[in-house]
Each structure stands twice: as C-alpha cells, then as structure tokens.
C-alpha cells in the first residue's frame, strides 16, 4: 500500500505524540499531559480507574507513579488503522514498563509490566492527541507493592 505525504506526516506525528507521554512519566512532566490528551479525553486504566480530561488523567498517573524513584516505558512501533477522513485513526502499541522504589517493602524492588496500548487519536488544531486510552495488561513480574505507596 502507498502511503500519501500527508498519511507519512500523520503516522510520524502520532509516533512523536507516542513518545512523548512516555518521556512525560519517565522525567515526571505530568503537565506535558495537557498537550498529549484531548480536553474530554478518557483513559481506561483498568483497576486505577478510568478518568476523564487531562486534568484527572494526570491526577490518576501521577498518584500512581509519582512516588516512584524512577520508571521506564518502553513503547513499540504502532499499527495505525485511519479513518477514511483522515482525522482520526486508531492506535495499537505494544509497551513495557519498569518501576523502581527502593523503599518498597521485601527484597523486591522493582515492577514490570508488559502490554498494550489501544488508543483513539483525534487531529485537532494544535496537533494530534489521544481522545481515548485504554490500557491492556498482558503480563507482570516483581512486586505489585512497588507501584502501591
């Protein structure tokens, strides 16, 4: 299949956007958020709950990870899936994530998790965000209780 100008612009936009929420975690710029998600956007993360806006999303991330001595998320390539305008598309990416905590209880102190991101991704004036992400865990290893305050 080939790809139009406009199609490769978009498909390296989304990577970037991609990229840069898992740097905003990793270097704890939880307000770079507000320029990764849609204003009515929903994250569906499972057992942490399923906020609504940029706001409650980096009120949920941040609660989650922010305690943490240090994160890595790793995301893959993704396969993109467009809508016939052109505007919207959506987005499966594989991902592993790593916490450390070293004052995390037992001799444990880390926490992987691998999975999948499926998001819904809107172009809008300012760019393309995530108006929906959902978060799919596919396995975990080390200690839960890293990530648990």
């Given at each position: ?42 994250f ?71 999975g ?28 839960r ?5």
């Open positions: 299949m080939a790809l139009t100008l406009q199609q490769i612009s978009d498909r390296i936009e989304i990577d970037e956007l991609l990229a840069r929420y898992a740097r905003a975690l990793d270097y704890r710029d939880f307000g770079a958020l507000d320029l990764i998600f849609t204003p009515d956007a929903i569906d993360a499972g057992g942490l709950g399923a906020p609504e806006g940029p706001t409650a999303i980096r009120a949920m991330i941040e609660g989650t990870i922010g305690h943490l001595d240090a994160t890595q998320h790793l995301v893959g390539k993704s396969v993109m899936d467009f809508a016939d305008d052109g505007d919207s598309a959506e987005v499966r990416t594989y991902l592993i994530s790593q916490h450390i905590r070293e004052s995390a209880p037992g001799p444990v102190k880390h926490y992987f998790l691998g999948e991101y499926y998001d819904r991704v809107v172009r809008t004036d300012d760019g393309w965000r995530i108006a929906y992400r959902r978060l799919d865990r596919l396995w975990k290893q080390g200690d209780a890293v990530i648990s305050g």
